[in-house]
């Protein structure tokens, strides 16, 4: 610790309206390190990684770089101070081809040529259009991009995600001698594996605040999930359940067999019965979009089954699974609602959907199911006229309430709380529970570990693409979910702890799956 | 909450929270002002007999406009509305010379359904911009046309009395048009409002993907739209062709760019979602009435259009101003 530091952040803090993404964040890394930013979903990380990088502007806090105060404020100022980010979306202009792509930034090329060698890629042809290109490849450019221009530190936001084993080793190797060489690396990952055997020290934030700087040595994940989850330790109470649970049913409302969706989703296998709650629980990017997609037709799987009462069942359109029973609410309200028009149009659109419905609607009858939707989701409607006027919660209520008017059978719950207020929350667990109390069944994602306790019956747990646990909810608490998540064996405690195996593979230890 | 409703509000903001819940007010009173400022320039103009005149021209643009709201609604445009009603209307007064009636007006509706039917699944399978798409349809139109003028055509060219009588009779001082425009217009207003497939032609151009996740096939909703919209440009032909009596292969093309600014005016978003047809109607008035004040005002030609653009423009930023709330 007696290096000056090469970039020193502390306080820094940003607030969206009344919303604070973060309030303290500090981060410092010394020349020659690895650091490891770490933080559940929603803790602050992308923020501080935009504020760094000249994205956006923090509203408070003091940036050192070298030891001298910089203001950080856009990509090219933080490019001259030497603080380069490779992000998880490829950053090259998809119709140039890649040498054009690399005199808009000015990189040499030469040393990018030598770097995506050294990467794993010999047979690189400059001239190629971006668009061409492979999405792992195009990642890997993107870091030899920012590796030829000799950065200070190197940002590098889920770097291995989506690559195959072979270019993520390559990557890694770099990544480690870019540290030894004296360089820093900002290296942000939900991987323990390559945490372990990359970072020097790591960074915990949590709800917008650095909670805990650590060093990486063997049985520090157990520190660092507690980290991430403060104060809530605690078990949460779990609400009563079971009693609709019937088992003897035998067949499931809902099977999933191998499952696959391009590179996103490997392999996921799942039942869902009748009158149960099942939650996912999956890290950001895990598959589980592209699972919950495919589950509501909006796209095709390309590979594995779903079966519907048994059946197997092929969705070409979101209009085949709805047949099925299945309904779909996003995460992102504004993808559910035409903002524009009032909540009971947007309630009773699914009604309308098919072609034989297309004729003078009901009025009375409409109204009728609306109003009673209305009200089991109690929606606030003073500003029903448009959907838009309506506060997140009462948005959120509204794309459910859709399909309790319309009677589903099954509900696929994508995040349903995010962003609205507490109060709502708990309407919509208690909703949840009563749905499966009435025989309907729901798959619910959340990203939010708290109320998988709260509102499931059975907990699934997807990483990397691949189901590696499923069990039911009484059999867990918050850590270890949140050590399920980021694809720890469950209930193992330090002395088992991954870090002390490096070579240990994730999926060896939980539920048999494919080997990549 | 009671005594925040209790407290005077100021007049301004009051007149437009007024204005902004009824739409079509503001819309009437600019008609009504157009009118005065007529009957002020050229006193004892504005008679039973102008006002007959006026909706009698106002209809066909009323109608062609109707087929803008629809299509606007969902985010599109018919821009081939001026072809289709043209061809409709060159057929049945070229077939109508050796053909039964009946047999004439089918064959008069034909191109009609078929070039609905290609725009609808243009604009609604294949995804092409609905503007690119009619406009590709409206000049194929019009050269079959001009080919179905050179080579089928040996007789002359005559209106059924049937289509003068409603184009250009008037009965106890009401056009004849109103008969078939009042059922019309009826039917158009309670489809958007009262129907699902007008719930949908709102929702999809409010949100696609919302629609979609609803289980709405926008290619079924497309497709339909653009048929609908064609069959109501072609009835348009026909009773234009009443009212002009003089085939041409230009008919009913100076029409288009009008029956968007009626619709437009009238208070219909280009850009989807948001609008309706009553507002389209008033629209088409304005447009006519303009016309007429610009016409007697003497003024050349070019002046005259320069002005008819100008006036447009104002008034539909004028329009939006009032009626959207911020």
């Not at chain 1, 009158?275 to 589950?295: M, P, T």
């Not at chain 1, 998988?452 to 646990?469: A, H, K, T």
């Not at chain 2, 009619?134 to 000049?139: D, K, M, P």
């Amino acid at each position: 610790m007696t290096a000056n530091p090469l970039l020193d952040a502390t306080g820094v803090a940003k607030n969206y309206g009344a919303v604070a993404a973060l309030r303290n964040a500090s981060l410092s890394v010394l020349p020659g390190e690895v650091h490891a930013l770490m933080g559940a979903n929603g803790a602050g990380k992308s923020t501080l990684v935009k504020i760094l990088t000249g994205a956006i502007r923090a509203d408070a806090g003091r940036i050192l770089i070298r030891g001298e105060a910089r203001d950080v404020r856009s990509p090219a100022a933080a490019r001259r101070a030497g603080l380069l980010p490779v992000y998880q979306e490829p950053s090259l202009i998809p119709d140039l081809d890649v040498l054009s792509n690399l005199r808009l930034t000015g990189t040499p090329v030469e040393p990018f040529r030598a770097w995506v060698r050294e990467l794993g890629i010999p047979d690189l042809d400059i001239r190629d259009t971006a668009r061409d290109i492979p999405l792992a490849v195009l990642r890997v450019l993107d870091l030899a991009r920012a590796l030829a221009v000799e950065p200070d530190v190197l940002l590098l936001d889920e770097m291995t995600a989506a690559l195959p084993a072979n270019l993520a080793e390559k990557v890694l190797e770099v990544v480690r001698r870019q540290g030894d060489s004296g360089r820093a690396v900002i290296f942000i990952s939900h991987r323990f594996v390559e945490i372990s055997a990359l970072c020097d020290r790591a960074t915990v934030l949590r709800d917008g605040e650095t909670v805990g700087v650590v060093d990486i040595v063997p049985g520090v994940e157990e520190k660092i999930v507690e980290l991430m989850l403060g104060a809530r330790i605690v078990k949460t109470h779990v609400a009563a359940r079971g009693a609709s649970r019937n088992a003897a049913t035998g067949r499931p409302r809902l099977g999933v067999r191998n499952l696959r969706v391009g590179t996103k989703l490997n392999d996921v296998s799942f039942d869902l019965a009748d009158g149960e709650v099942a939650g996912v629980v999956a890290l950001e990017g895990q598959g589980q979009d592209e699972l919950f997609s495919a589950l509501a037709g909006s796209i095709r799987p390309s590979g594995g089954t779903i079966e519907v009462d048994g059946q197997p069942v092929k969705f070409s359109h979101p209009i085949d699974a709805i047949r099925a029973g299945l309904a779909y609410v996003p995460g992102d309200r504004a993808e559910a609602l035409a903002m524009q028009r009032s909540v009971r149009e947007n309630i009773a659109l699914p009604f309308s959907a098919a072609l034989r419905n297309w004729g003078p609607i009901n009025m009375r009858q409409e109204r009728a199911r609306v109003v009673s939707a209305i009200e089991r989701l109690q929606i606030d409607t003073r500003a029903q006229g448009e959907v838009q006027r309506l506060s997140g919660g009462n948005q959120q209520k509204v794309t459910i309430a859709r399909w309790i008017a319309a009677d589903a059978r099954t509900i696929l719950c994508f995040d349903p709380t995010r962003g609205i207020d507490v109060g709502t929350k708990q309407e919509i667990y208690k909703l949840l529970r009563e749905l499966a109390g009435h025989g309907k069944s729901v798959l619910f994602y959340t990203s939010e570990l708290e109320e998988v306790q709260r509102v499931c019956d059975r907990v699934i747990v997807i990483f990397g693409g691949r189901v590696v646990d499923i069990f039911p909810v009484e059999e867990t608490d918050e850590p270890a979910l949140m050590r399920a998540a980021y694809g720890l064996p469950r209930g193992a405690k330090a002395d088992v702890g991954i870090l002390a195996d490096p070579t240990a593979n994730i999926s060896d230890s939980t539920t048999p799956v494919a080997a990549p | 909450m009671s005594i925040s409703a209790i407290q005077p509000v100021p007049f301004g903001r009051r007149l437009k929270r007024f204005m902004a819940d009824r739409p079509l007010i503001p819309l009437i009173i600019l008609l009504v002002i157009l009118v005065v400022i007529l009957q002020v320039l050229r006193p004892g103009i504005v008679n039973e007999r102008w006002i007959a005149n006026t909706i009698k021209f106002a209809i066909p643009l009323a109608i062609l406009a109707g087929c803008q709201t629809m299509t606007m609604l969902t985010g599109g445009i018919d821009l081939s509305v001026g072809t289709v009603a043209t061809m409709s209307a060159f057929i049945m007064a070229t077939q109508v010379v050796n053909q039964d009636p009946a047999v004439a007006f089918l064959l008069a509706m034909m191109p009609a359904v078929l070039i609905g039917l290609v725009n609808g699944i243009g604009v609604g399978v294949f995804r092409v911009h609905p503007l690119i798409m009619t406009l590709g349809t409206s000049l194929i139109g019009t050269g079959c046309l001009q080919v179905y003028q050179r080579t089928v055509i040996a007789s002359g060219a005559k209106i059924p009395d049937f289509l003068a009588w409603l184009g250009t009779g008037v009965t106890y001082g009401f056009p004849n048009a109103l008969l078939l425009f009042v059922p019309l217009a009826a039917l158009i207003v309670f489809t958007l409002s009262r129907t699902g497939f007008g719930r949908l032609l709102y929702a999809v151009g409010d949100s696609e993907r919302a629609t979609r996740l609803s289980g709405v096939q926008y290619w079924q909703v497309i497709t339909a739209l653009y048929v609908i919209s064609s069959v109501l440009a072609g009835v348009t032909g026909l009773l234009y062709i009443g009212l002009i009596k003089a085939p041409s292969l230009s008919l009913a093309e100076p029409l288009v760019l009008p029956s968007v600014a009626a619709a437009v005016i009238g208070g219909t978003s280009i850009f989807g979602g948001r609008g309706g047809y009553t507002g389209t109607i008033i629209g088409a008035l304005i447009l006519t009435v303009l016309t007429t004040l610009l016409t007697i005002l003497q003024m050349p030609e070019g002046a005259r259009r320069i002005l008819f653009g100008l006036i447009v423009l104002f008034v539909t930023a004028a329009y939006l101003r009032i009626v959207e709330e911020r």
